[in-house]
């Protein structure tokens, strides 16, 4: 009786073993870069892949919800897997640095997810839950255009040179287009650091700037400041909706920007700009 009753134990500890590996080598699921910030960034630059940092804590609903259904959807893993490095950082574990990476990239509001070039470049950030679909359409946006070849060793161009040949386009012709994202009207003025804005998005891009204002002008018909800001020796450009006179105005446009958007707003005191 006592063997039996020792045999279903075992059994029973190998079948929730057995479930376990399986679960936690999904191969649909993300996986997740396991050493540091540095080493991350040194593995990004070599196999020149851009990388996305996940900051959640604990506590954070949205970020269990994210790790249930969207971190395991065999797209985007897919996507993550092939073309980024993709990296997990527990803003609650101070022991392990943790807080302070969370503090360094100015993180407040779980989860936020931030993309870097594979040269540690700031990208993008996004934060609030995010679906599937979100989550794909925001990485593959810097998926090819960001990534870098891996360093080779430099070749010395031993190729005779080339006379060029004159242009047979003929007088008053337009040259050929090239890439372009095309023309964008400013309307550019300084403005007083003093009212209330809503931080939509922080970006190294000067590109994704331009595209983040459109929208907002397009969607919310508002006015539209850009803070220039400086993270170690990169330029990052702040985008803000305002200025406000009171902070409920503010959160009024937040909620807009919401519904419109689906993202959610930083509140700031345009006193700190």
Excluded at 12 to 17: D, I
Excluded at 22 to 35: E, R, S, V
Excluded at 77 to 88: L, R
Excluded at 117 to 132: I, P
Aim: glycine content about 8%; charged content about 20%.
């Amino acid at each position: 009786m006592k063997y039996t009753w020792l045999k279903r134990q075992n059994l029973f500890f190998l079948l929730f073993v057995s479930s376990y590996c399986l679960y936690a080598n999904d191969p649909q699921a993300i996986t997740w870069f396991k050493g540091s910030l540095e080493q991350l960034k040194i593995s990004a630059k070599r196999e020149g892949k851009p990388y996305f940092m996940v900051f959640y804590t604990n506590w954070c609903t949205p970020c269990q919800d994210m790790d249930e259904s969207v971190f395991i959807e065999s797209g985007l893993s897919q996507m993550a897997n092939q073309h980024f490095i993709a990296y997990k950082v527990n803003s609650d574990e101070s022991n392990r640095g943790g807080e302070d990476i969370a503090r360094a990239y100015d993180v407040l509001f779980f989860p936020t997810i931030i993309v870097f070039s594979s040269q540690g470049e700031l990208l993008e950030r996004r934060s609030g839950f995010l679906s599937a679909g979100e989550m794909k359409t925001l990485l593959a946006s810097h998926a090819v255009k960001n990534t870098t070849p891996p360093r080779t060793p430099e070749v010395v161009d031993i190729t005779p040179a080339i006379t060029p040949v004159p242009s047979t386009r003929p007088p008053g012709e337009a040259p050929a287009k090239t890439g372009s994202d095309g023309l964008y009207q400013f309307n550019l003025s300084r403005m007083p650091s003093q009212g209330y804005g809503l931080q939509v998005g922080v970006y190294a891009d000067y590109r994704n700037v331009l595209k983040e204002v459109e929208i907002i002008q397009q969607q919310m018909n508002q006015p539209v400041l850009v803070n220039i800001n400086q993270l170690g020796n990169r330029a990052v450009f702040k985008v803000l909706i305002g200025p406000f006179e009171s902070s409920g105005d503010a959160e009024e446009s937040g909620k807009m920007f919401k519904a419109k958007t689906g993202r959610d707003g930083l509140l700031v005191s345009l006193t700190n700009y």
